[in-house]
């Protein structure tokens, strides 16, 4: 009997988002010299376009397969790899593209079981511009930029179906989950600039002797990509927010009809002291206050460091607010401030 084979895969593509850059290393930034990057889109349809537009950082692209015969696997292998863009550096009126050190990507042998086959992946690297400064680390002065990289698993089954893994990632910058159709379907949920320029280097990286766990957020809905673009691209500039692990954003009962957008780091949302929900990058909260006579329904608190970008309903339209507020209880019957 002829075996079957089954493919599958997962995809991370990775990306600098507004305001995550911290400190001196903000000025290029916000001089124009060198660019954060629009979001990658929701349905990744042309990886290799993505990258000659310059459209992100890196992408992990995991691609596997396996052969199955009489309910037996009988083969297997790796059809994926990395993908490095390039960092473009704008001089007067000149652009000159660095591009990016692909570091070798990382692929153990797969684990295989009696019913399916685990793959791991690790992809990663760093721009091609020097950029010497003090390290915490030796050799204490770090001449190259630090690391960026994801690591994902992909299992398929003997059924052909598959699940995916986001086992790891560097703490800079934002990590954006796709399945094997293209659907974006997860986020990394805290970008923590300084950690990784000042540590994901040499031997804390895949590379050397340490992998860093990822935070995993679920993906908003269109609604919210849509109200975040009006946010951060509207007529009123929003006020950004730091809050701590442990701060309190909003508190159920207060006064307030503040709107939020989640740039960075995730939130517990907490109604009569307990917890009912949990919102990452992306998500757009503070609504009901702002339609309900302007008290907080909820309190939410931050589960890790997290900015936020605040902005007034003015600024948005009623009706998405009510459609916003509807989406929530229907999803998963939770106040959302």
Known sequence: MASTRYESSVTSVSWIPSEAIEGLS??????????????PPDQLDDLEELRKSDRFREANELRAFIDVEDGRIVGHGHLGQGHIG?????????AIRFPAVHLPDLQPDPEIGPTSVRFVQTVGGRMGLPTPRPVPHKPF???????????LAL????????????????????????????ALVQKSGVVDFMTWFNHSFGERTPWGESDSPAVVASVESA?????????MGGGAKPKIRTLAEGETLVEQGAEGSAIFLVLDGMFVVEVDGD?????????VVGERAALEAGTRTATLRARTKARVAETTPDELALDDLGVLASSHRTEDGRASG
């Not at 299992?155 to 293209?182: C, K, N, Q």
């Not at 609604?223 to 946010?231: K, N, P």
């Not at 917890?275 to 998500?283: I, L, Q, R, S, T």
């Open 26 to 39: 903000k000025i290029p930034f916000e001089f124009g010299v060198t660019h954060y990057d629009q979001p």
């Open 86 to 94: 390039a960092t473009t550096v704008r001089v007067g009126p000149a």
């Open 141 to 151: 002065v770090q001449f190259w930029p630090s690391i960026a990289w994801t690591t």
């Open 155 to 182: 299992t398929i089954h003997v059924d052909g179906t598959s699940s995916h893994e986001l086992i790891g990632a560097s703490p800079f910058p934002r990590h954006w989950i796709y399945d094997d159709g293209g």
């Open 223 to 231: 609604l919210e990509r849509r109200l975040s673009g009006s946010i």
């Open 275 to 283: 917890e009912v929900a949990e919102v990452g990058p992306g998500a």
